[in-house]
Structures are given as structure tokens and as C-alpha cells.
């Protein structure tokens, strides 16, 4: 079950592309927290994710120890 919190927080997250191209990418960008993520959305549907570099490192590391394990 959804609560509202986290529905109210999956639709902050979506950001139209339209702002991207009205020059608020820098401004996007800067608001983004440890934990947040944007979801760019073309066409009323989802096209892109934008996470802080702390958030993708941790999921380079963790699909790289994934791929040891497979391997392993």
C-alpha cells in the first residue's frame, strides 16, 4: 500500500523536460539531496533519471560486486 507521503514525493520528483530546456537544469540540479532522484518526463512518460554522483557510485559498486558474484 502507498502511503500519501510517498506518493507526494514520487510526483515532486517528476520534472517535465520543458524545464530542462527553459534553462533550470543548474536550479534542478542544485536542489537535488543525498537521497533524491528527478525523473525527467517526456510526453507523460518517464525518459531519464537525474541522482546526485554519490547515489550512481554506489550503484556502479554494487552492480560491479554483483557481476564478481555471478562470475565468481
Same mark, same amino acid.
Given at each position: 500500500?502507498?502511503?500519501? &507521503?510517498? #506518493?507526494?514525493?514520487? /510526483?515532486? &520528483?517528476? #520534472?517535465? $523536460? &520543458?524545464? /530542462?530546456?527553459?534553462? %533550470?537544469?543548474? %536550479? $534542478?540540479?542544485?536542489?537535488?539531496?543525498? +537521497? +533524491? #532522484? %528527478?525523473?525527467?518526463? %517526456?510526453?507523460? @512518460?518517464?525518459?531519464?533519471? $537525474?541522482?546526485? $554522483?554519490?547515489?550512481?557510485? @554506489? /550503484?556502479? @559498486?554494487?552492480?560491479? /560486486?554483483?557481476?564478481?558474484?555471478?562470475?565468481?
Amino acid at each position: 500500500m502507498t502511503s500519501k &507521503s510517498s #506518493v507526494g514525493t514520487m /510526483l515532486n &520528483s517528476l #520534472v517535465p $523536460i &520543458s524545464h /530542462l530546456n527553459q534553462g %533550470k537544469a543548474a %536550479k $534542478i540540479i542544485s536542489s537535488l539531496g543525498p +537521497d +533524491d #532522484v %528527478k525523473i525527467i518526463v %517526456k510526453n507523460n @512518460e518517464p525518459m531519464a533519471a $537525474i541522482i546526485p $554522483i554519490s547515489r550512481f557510485s @554506489e /550503484l556502479i @559498486e554494487a552492480e560491479e /560486486l554483483l557481476r564478481e558474484k555471478n562470475n565468481g
